[in-house]
């Protein structure tokens, strides 16, 4: 009988441990999606893309006046330059509007350009913004014209050309900028050729163009002294910028409300057309 022997481990030659799969290291091994942070707790669409919140209820409130607001009711809230020092009119005119037309177009652009804007700034910032360019826009109407104004467009305006100022601050981190101002501009060009065409076929032009300029002339003012910047190499041309246009608000402002106040004082309260209302 023979001994039993016992079986060899087989070794490997030199040749064959060049071939051998080394073993998987932990920081080797792919993390599954449930350990991905990215993929674990995925931000729902509205975290992603939060609606313009401000400016949608803001929205709600034009439309429900609109339905409700009677000849009372809006000759308490509608802007009239003979009556400058009630300040809440520089902002109630904005819920006031004329027809369903009116109140639509300007819900319709205000909330998509808020949309975009609210996304990458503050959206108190952005709501501050659009009042800040309707009370503008209503002083600057006056300056114009000393009429009545009803309509939220001032605002609507300084919401349009203030994405300007968000690309200005925010230059090399905005994607798409070119199409952005061609966006602007094509929007803002329709709107002064349809004016054009309104005011040459019409005796009476109940179009406030002091509002449209003033407000979108505020949005871009505002826009530079309010809007943050995410461009850390553009600190320093920002902050130049910050205080150049901070100067040029407060000489602006001096003057509106220095001419609105001379307006009054040198024009008769009968000379006021305070019986015709401008929409904006």
């Known amino acids: 009988m023979e001994p039993k022997t016992q079986a060899a481990t087989p070794e490997s030659t030199t040749e064959e ?23 674990s707790n995925p931000k729902p669409w509205y975290r992603q893309y939060p609606p313009p919140f401000g400016i949608l209820l803001t929205s709600v409130l034009q439309l429900i006046m609109y339905g409700v607001a009677t000849d009372k009711i809006e000759r308490i809230l509608r802007f009239e330059p003979n009556n400058h020092t009630e300040a809440w009119r520089y902002v109630t005119y904005m819920f006031i509007h004329r027809n369903l037309f009116h109140v639509l177009i300007n819900v319709v652009i205000q909330c998509l350009f ?14 501050t913004l659009y009042f800040g360019s309707g009370a503008i826009g209503a002083l600057s109407s006056s300056c114009v014209r000393p009429d009545l104004v009803v309509g939220a467009s001032a605002g609507v305006y300084g919401l349009l050309i203030s994405n300007l100022s968000h690309i200005a601050l925010n230059y090399n981190s905005t994607k798409y900028k070119l199409w ?11 709107d002064a050729t349809f004016y054009l065409i309104y005011a040459r076929n019409q005796e009476n ?73 401008y929409v904006c």
């Open 180 to 190: 952005a101002v061609l966006t602007v501009i094509i929007i803002v060009a329709s």
């Open 17 to 39: 441990r060049h071939c051998l799969v080394p073993p998987l290291n932990s920081s080797m091994v792919p993390p599954s999606a449930s350990q991905r942070p990215e993929l």
């Open 114 to 127: 808020a949309f975009t804007l609210e996304k990458y700034q503050n959206r108190l910032l952005v709501l």
């Open 205 to 277: 032009v109940i179009i406030s163009e002091g509002a449209h300029i003033g407000g979108g002339i505020a949005g871009l003012i505002l826009g530079l002294l309010l809007y943050r910047s995410k461009d850390e190499e553009s600190k320093k041309r920002n902050r130049f910028i910050f205080w150049s246009i901070f100067a040029i608000f407060a000489i602006l402002m001096s003057l509106l409300v220095a001419i609105n106040f001379m307006i009054k004082k040198c024009t008769p309260a009968h000379r006021l057309r305070v019986s015709y209302t």
